[in-house]
């Protein structure tokens, strides 16, 4: 018998990871990093035809602060984001 993982159950797998590596990169910056430090560190750099770079990470970081684990912290010139504990 083979095991068969839809499409949608592969997207939610890879989303809850990539939410997961996140908040764990945060636990060792806790004063917070910047949308481009994960798309960086975690080698999620992404782009549209040249533009719109590193939405993924942003979509992903609003995700988490709709769900109340991460928060932004605005001030200075970009915001950053902080686990929530």
Same mark, same amino acid.
């Given at each position: 018998?083979? =095991?068969?993982?839809?499409?949608?159950?592969?997207?939610?797998?890879?989303?809850?990871?990539?939410?997961?590596?996140?908040?764990?990169?945060?636990?060792? +910056?806790?004063?917070?990093?910047?949308?481009?430090?994960?798309?960086?560190?975690?080698?999620?750099?992404?782009?549209?035809?040249?533009?719109?770079? =590193?939405?993924?990470?942003?979509?992903?970081?609003?995700?988490?602060?709709?769900?109340?684990?991460?928060?932004?912290?605005?001030?200075?010139?970009?915001?950053? +984001?902080?686990?929530?504990?």
């Amino acid at each position: 018998m083979t =095991d068969y993982i839809s499409s949608k159950e592969k997207a939610a797998m890879g989303l809850a990871l990539i939410k997961e590596a996140i908040l764990d990169h945060l636990t060792e +910056y806790p004063d917070g990093l910047h949308n481009s430090d994960f798309a960086r560190d975690l080698g999620l750099h992404s782009e549209h035809e040249g533009g719109q770079p =590193d939405y993924l990470t942003y979509s992903v970081l609003g995700l988490l602060m709709t769900e109340g684990r991460v928060t932004k912290v605005k001030g200075g010139a970009r915001p950053h +984001y902080v686990r929530i504990s």
